[in-house]
């Protein structure tokens, strides 16, 4: 029997049975903003339905369940056969299942589907990160196959399917299928010149035999895969001129399986309910994807769209992280009141609530440029890609660490969800190059592409006069970009300026003017301290708060 002392009093009750995607407020506006009008009914609609399942105590439950038993590899079957299988818990096909079906692989032709898709992302990786994985992967592949027609053709409608369709069959006879890659090996990680699988041609027209290891490849129950190897091997790999790409099936058109040997599970800090493994060739049958000694510019564009899903899952993590913090700060009451109404607390609240903002809303920006299509928004992808990717994914741990101590020991302790936050939020800056790989990126797109340089100038300069610290950046911007002799060593803090000068257009452009204010005033008006809670004072934060707040 229960006596007086073990009843639960002050304690903020579970955030759930509430809608993600309208409770965001931010992320609703960027659908309304990018979206065309005949499109937003359906898409709010189907985003709603999404947000609702996504908040079910039910799919909460699915997530956690996931991450709580994670994939286990079983190499070979009891009469000592090779299967090379990894066993999943139930709640991880449920996820990911519904994931599919929401149409996050299937963005690819349908009017305004970047940003239903991207939005889609964001409410969806609050479940449980691990799925975006694979669901990230099959959706960024269909570029690459793009490059040859005729795979584009078998392929596409199998990825782009709303059919979570499990287990190991040959591709012709499943309603869906998904996708992973194979790029790093041990011995050259982001320098993929450094690649040693070798590939040897057979005897039929662009088809291949893999011999190599990958020390990365994530997702290996996928039922193919786009990995790199040297055409023309050499001592230490032959450099990118022999690298091609390949499609690499897991079984074959008559049934059988493929060589492709799973070599172990990675044991990771994060991601846990998402499988990442090491993986032999040895004989292993593939189809060349694009012409042969170009696969970094083959594979380039995947690249790019799971960059994007970095920023994104990025965004998604510190949106639920201040979503759970604001939550409990709401109900939580110490030193006489409610802490989200202590002058203290909230500025925090209101400063990790910016930090949220500004990357959900410049991810969707992102997405709304590959929507279009144009010219100009492919230039201005290639610099504020990676420059988001770099910027957006450091800022994430930061802003979990920070939210986790809103809820005090409560949010170190793993029935509140935080630590499973904190542990899966740095991976975002590490999946798809690092953080140095990102502004190097940026770097080679300011020496090679003045078009780059030109449509990012353009978009920030939409806001010029709106804002005397967004004027004084952008200025100050242009006076480090004018001295490009011996930047690398400087390059961190050069993207890092590109992104902040970008999120401050975009907030002074569509945010209310509180937050808009907050974050120049901040972020690029030098007001600020070295820690989350150090916003001006005399600003409107509560506003800011109010506008993070989660509607249960």
Not at 203 to 212: I, K, M, P, R, V
Not at 257 to 284: C, H, M, P, W, Y
Request: with cysteine; aromatic share 6%; glycine share 10%.
């Amino acid at each position: 029997m229960a006596t007086g002392t073990n009843e639960a009093t002050n304690q903020a009750p579970p955030l759930v049975e509430y809608d993600v995607f309208s409770a965001d407020r931010v992320l609703a506006e960027a659908v309304d903003r990018h979206l065309d009008p005949e499109l937003l009914d359906e898409a709010r609609g189907e985003l709603t339905a999404l947000g609702r399942s996504a908040g079910s105590a039910q799919v909460q439950d699915w997530g956690r369940l996931a991450n709580e038993n994670p994939p286990k590899l079983r190499t070979h079957d009891r009469y000592g056969n090779r299967i090379d299988e990894v066993e999943f818990h139930p709640s991880w096909h449920r996820v990911l299942g519904k994931g599919v079906s929401a149409g996050l692989t299937a963005a690819w032709g349908r009017p305004g589907g970047h940003v239903r898709r991207a939005a889609g992302f964001v409410v969806w990786t609050q479940v449980e990160a691990g799925n975006g994985c694979p669901l990230s992967m099959t959706h960024a592949a269909v570029p690459a196959l793009r490059t040859d027609p005729a795979l584009a053709a078998e392929w596409e409608p199998r990825l782009t399917s709303t059919v979570y369709d499990q287990g190991l069959r040959p591709a012709a006879q499943k309603a869906g299928v998904l996708f992973g890659m194979g790029m790093t090996e041990k011995q050259g990680g982001s320098d993929v010149r450094a690649n040693t699988t070798s590939a040897r041609p057979l005897a039929e027209d662009g088809t291949y035999e893999l011999t190599g290891h990958k020390w990365f490849c994530s997702a290996p129950m996928s039922d193919g895969f786009l990995v790199l190897a040297q055409t023309s091997p050499a001592e230490g790999g032959a450099g990118e001129e022999s690298l091609t790409c390949f499609l690499v099936p897991r079984v074959l058109e008559d049934g059988t399986r493929n060589a492709f040997a799973i070599q172990r599970l990675k044991d990771k800090l994060g991601n846990r309910s998402n499988a990442s493994s090491e993986v032999e060739f040895d004989g292993t049958w593939a189809r060349r994807v694009g012409d042969e000694g170009r696969g970094v510019r083959t594979i380039i564009e995947m690249v790019a769209m799971t960059r994007l899903d970095c920023a994104l899952g990025a965004a998604s993590l510190m949106r639920q992280a201040v979503a759970q913090a604001v939550h409990h700060c709401t109900y939580r009451e110490a030193f006489g009141g409610k802490l989200i109404d202590k002058p203290l607390m909230r500025n925090v609240l209101a400063d990790l609530a910016l930090e949220s903002e500004a990357a959900t809303t410049l991810s969707m920006r992102l997405a709304a440029a590959y929507d279009d299509g144009s010219e100009r928004e492919r230039a201005f992808l290639r610099l504020a890609l990676p420059a988001a990717k770099y910027w957006v994914t450091k800022r994430c741990t930061p802003v979990v660490v920070e939210a986790s101590e809103c809820l005090g020991g409560n949010g170190y302790v793993e029935e509140s969800g935080m630590p499973r936050l904190l542990r899966e939020s740095p991976l975002n800056s590490i999946w798809e190059g690092a953080g140095n790989v990102q502004a190097l990126d940026v770097l080679r797109a300011l020496r090679r592409e003045p078009q780059a340089l030109n449509a990012y100038l353009e978009e920030v300069g939409r806001a010029r006069g709106a804002d005397h610290r967004l004027d004084g950046a952008i200025k100050n911007l242009l006076t480090e970009l004018a001295d490009l002799e011996g930047i690398e060593g400087r390059a961190r803090r050069l993207v890092e300026r590109i992104a902040l000068v970008l999120q401050g257009s975009l907030l002074v452009r569509y945010a209310p003017a509180e937050v808009a204010d907050a974050f120049c005033a901040s972020r690029l008006g030098g007001d600020w301290g070295t820690a989350f809670g150090t916003l001006p004072h005399s600003l409107d934060l509560a506003a800011v708060v109010e506008r993070a707040r989660p509607v249960s």
